[in-house]
Each structure stands twice: as C-alpha cells, then as structure tokens.
C-alpha cells in the first residue's frame, strides 16, 4: 500500500441541530457547499443519531463557515 505525499487527512465533525431536522439539514447545507465550493467530503444524518448531523471535512474552519447562518444547525 503506498502512501500519498502532501494529503491532508479529513476527520468527522460533529454538528448539533433542531431535533427532527436532521435530513433537512444535511441538505441545506449539501447545497451550500456545492454553491459556495466549499470542500467538505461528506454529509451524513444516520436515523439513529437524533439531534445531529456527521460532516467530513479536512479542516474545521470549513465546517464553520459551511454552518454560518444556516437555520436549525448550531
């Protein structure tokens, strides 16, 4: 297995949200990311995990500003 020079490895954050609003959520800022380009690697909202929502994304900076003025995330 060969490694790759100079890539930078993505972690997952977690990000609160309005219970119930998980899936809405995710997509709003789905959305967000692709129009602003913002580079995060993945979005998920599992059913089992109330009141939260999984962002991937190299740098946490990202995750801040991809939430920034969203409804429902805090």
Same mark, same amino acid.
């Given at each position: 297995? *060969? /490694?790759v020079p100079n890539k930078p490895m993505?972690?997952?954050y977690a990000v609160k949200v309005t219970n119930?609003?998980?899936?809405?959520?995710?997509?709003?800022l *789905? /959305?967000?990311?692709?129009?602003?380009?913002?580079?995060?690697l993945a979005i998920l909202a599992p059913s089992e995990l109330k009141g939260?929502?999984?962002v991937e994304s190299v740098n946490p900076h990202?995750?801040?500003e991809l939430i920034r003025g969203v409804?429902?995330?805090?």
């Open positions: 297995m *060969a /490694d993505s972690q997952l119930g609003q998980e899936r809405t959520v995710a997509e709003m *789905a /959305d967000k990311a692709k129009i602003e380009h913002i580079p995060v939260y929502i999984i990202m995750v801040d409804r429902y995330a805090r």
